[in-house]
């Protein structure tokens, strides 16, 4: 059974700082694309980002480009979203999802960027 579980958000300042963590279980975690996507309070799910199983390729949404940054470790079965210089329009849930669609994912994560 896949199991995501995504920690690491919180309410925080315009221009501050997050990093989002989703460890992994049940499927082969070092064979398979990650991504990370959102869902801000009234919209659907909108992608932000996804890494290949061998990191050798990252993707992000143009918004987030230069701001986040998408990593992961094999080993630990877990996959980061560094998130800098956050904007109120980052806030969301946020979700790990195996592969590149938009499920199966987690329960999700609250960020909230507010002053």
């Known amino acids: 059974e896949v199991q995501l579980v995504e920690s690491g958000g919180g309410l925080v300042q315009p221009g501050g700082s997050l990093r989002l963590s989703c460890a992994a279980s049940?499927?082969?975690?070092?064979?398979?694309?990650m991504t990370w996507v959102r869902q801000a309070p009234g919209e659907g799910l909108k992608w932000v980002s996804s890494?290949?199983?061998?990191?050798?390729?990252?993707n992000y949404l143009d918004s987030v480009k230069g701001r986040f940054t998408i990593s992961r470790d094999n080993a630990k079965n877990t996959v980061y979203l560094q998130m800098n210089n956050l904007r109120p329009s980052d806030t969301a849930v946020y979700y790990c999802?195996?592969?590149?669609?938009?499920?199966?994912r987690g329960q999700g994560t609250q960020v909230t960027v507010s002053s």
């Open positions: 999802v195996k592969g590149t669609g938009r499920s199966p």
């Open positions: 049940g499927f082969a975690f070092h064979n398979s694309y």
């Open positions: 890494i290949s199983s061998g990191s050798s390729t990252k």
